[in-house]
T-cell receptor, first 112, second 113 residues
Framework: DARVTQTPRHKVTEMGQEVTMRCQPI?????VFWYRQTMMQGLELLAY????????DSGMPKDRFSAEMPDATLATLKIQPSEPRDSAVYFC??????????FGPGTRLTVL | AQSVTQLGSHVSVSEGALVLLRCNYS??????LFWYVQYPNQGLQLLLK??????LVKGINGFEAEFKKSETSFHLTKPSAHMSDAAEYFC???????????FGTGTRLKVLA
């Protein structure tokens, strides 16, 4: 049963620390998305990649967030330095153009 | 600009009653429309989707939705609610040739015994 995996599932850190979240998309999927979910803002698209190239990262705060795909099996989202307002659930999703998008279980980030 | 509006952030129904979750969209080009469900502490799971063709689409767990272009709506229904349907439901929109999904703000469904 193919699924998107994310690590860690939970992360508690202190303000100012670096946070790295990882995602393994479903094998063969060439489009990867990063979403952030909060009570106030709902689901926000942060960035997405096609064939490992960033297509749109306009949803990300550029000064502190970065997203990369070092290879086809790994996507990373990094926050440096982290702030309390970054506390949220971060979802990775993968898919193929025109087909369904599959979400991972999310990383719940708490920044103290 | 494209947008998705879900009417009612919280909906309560009795077990066995009809479930109706409302979604309206705005799009200048033909939309692809989706309903996702999110159970507590989990990611989003696709319930059903409309791309082209038949306007009444059936999904998993007995849910269905009808695309009504004239009303710019894509409401989600289920004839008889089950306790296990309690979750948050998201309507989403995409269009051909793009990879961006626009999500509504979600509707939390509560099923009363």
């Amino acid at each position: 049963d193919a699924r998107v995996t994310q690590t860690p599932r939970h992360k508690v850190t202190e303000m100012g620390q670096e946070v790295t979240m990882r995602c393994q998309p479903i094998l063969g999927h060439n489009t990867v998305f990063w979403y952030r979910q909060t009570m106030m803002q709902g689901l926000e698209l942060l960035a997405y990649f096609r064939n490992r190239a960033p297509l749109d990262d306009s949803g990300m705060p550029k000064d502190r967030f970065s997203a990369e795909m070092p290879d086809a099996t790994l996507a990373t989202l990094k926050i440096q330095p982290s702030e309390p307002r970054d506390s949220a659930v971060y979802f990775c999703a993968s898919g193929l153009p025109g087909l369904d998008m599959f979400f991972g279980p999310g990383t719940r980030l708490t920044v103290l | 600009a494209q947008s998705v509006t879900q009417l009612g952030s919280h909906v309560s129904v009795s077990e066995g009653a009809l479930v109706l979750l409302r979604c309206n969209y705005s799009s200048s080009v033909p939309p692809y429309l989706f309903w996702y469900v999110q159970y507590p502490n989990q990611g989003l799971q696709l319930l059903l989707k409309y791309t082209t063709g038949a306007t009444l689409v059936k999904g998993i767990n007995g849910f269905e939705a009808e695309f009504k272009k004239s009303e710019t709506s894509f409401h989600l229904t289920k004839p008889s609610a089950h306790m296990s349907d309690a979750a948050e439901y998201f309507c989403a929109l995409s269009t051909s040739g793009t990879y961006k999904y626009i999500f509504g703000t979600g509707t939390r469904l509560k099923v009363l015994a």
